[in-house]
């Protein structure tokens, strides 16, 4: 499948081994890991940060493996997920940086083209998640708005 923004091609990558069950070598239980979750997610990190840190200093290949639910899921259901899903306030953060940018260099037309793309796929997930009810209905991306919730 080509690129979403490019003319090319994507290379295939690596894939994680089909394991089924939680390793024998993990000696954390289901309920520490989701303790770590809740409060590392109180302490303001996100899920892929959380992630991160359960594989390399506590030794936790999958989360999904060893409790049966991703990291997202038990930080709804402990009530400390944040308001906005990850990926978009990511790329909205994106675009006021960028935005910024171009305030001071207005002859940048690279990066111009460039926030119009991100500002694309920010519609784009912003269509997809109000599909899905993650998002209300009445919803609606600016950079005014992105501005002031998420600084």
């Given at each position: 499948?080509?690129?979403?923004h490019?003319?090319?091609?994507?290379?295939?990558?690596?894939?994680?081994?089909?394991?089924?069950?939680?390793?024998?070598w993990?000696?954390?239980?289901?309920?520490?890991?989701?303790?770590?979750?809740?409060?590392?997610?109180?302490?303001?990190?996100?899920?892929?940060?959380?992630?991160?840190?359960?594989?390399?200093?506590?030794?936790?290949?999958?989360?999904?493996?060893?409790?049966g639910k991703?990291i997202?899921?038990?930080?709804?259901?402990?009530?400390?997920?944040?308001a906005?899903?990850?990926?978009?306030?990511?790329?909205?953060?994106?675009?006021?940086?960028?935005?910024?940018?171009?305030?001071?260099?207005?002859?940048?037309?690279?990066?111009?083209?460039?926030?119009?793309?991100?500002?694309?796929?920010?519609?784009?997930?912003?269509?997809?998640?109000?599909?899905?009810g993650?998002?209300?209905?009445?919803?609606?991306?600016?950079?005014n708005?992105?501005?002031?919730?998420?600084?």
């Amino acid at each position: 499948m080509a690129r979403m923004h490019a003319r090319r091609k994507g290379k295939s990558c690596s894939k994680r081994p089909l394991i089924t069950e939680n390793p024998t070598w993990v000696t954390i239980s289901a309920t520490e890991i989701e303790d770590i979750i809740v409060k590392m997610a109180k302490d303001g990190n996100v899920s892929a940060k959380i992630g991160l840190v359960l594989r390399d200093q506590y030794g936790v290949p999958d989360v999904k493996l060893a409790t049966g639910k991703t990291i997202t899921q038990i930080m709804k259901e402990k009530g400390v997920a944040p308001a906005l899903p990850e990926d978009l306030s990511n790329l909205m953060r994106r675009a006021i940086d960028l935005n910024v940018h171009l305030k001071e260099n207005r002859g940048d037309i690279s990066n111009k083209r460039g926030l119009m793309l991100i500002e694309a796929r920010i519609r784009r997930l912003e269509r997809y998640y109000k599909r899905n009810g993650v998002l209300p209905k009445d919803w609606k991306y600016s950079l005014n708005t992105a501005e002031l919730m998420l600084k």
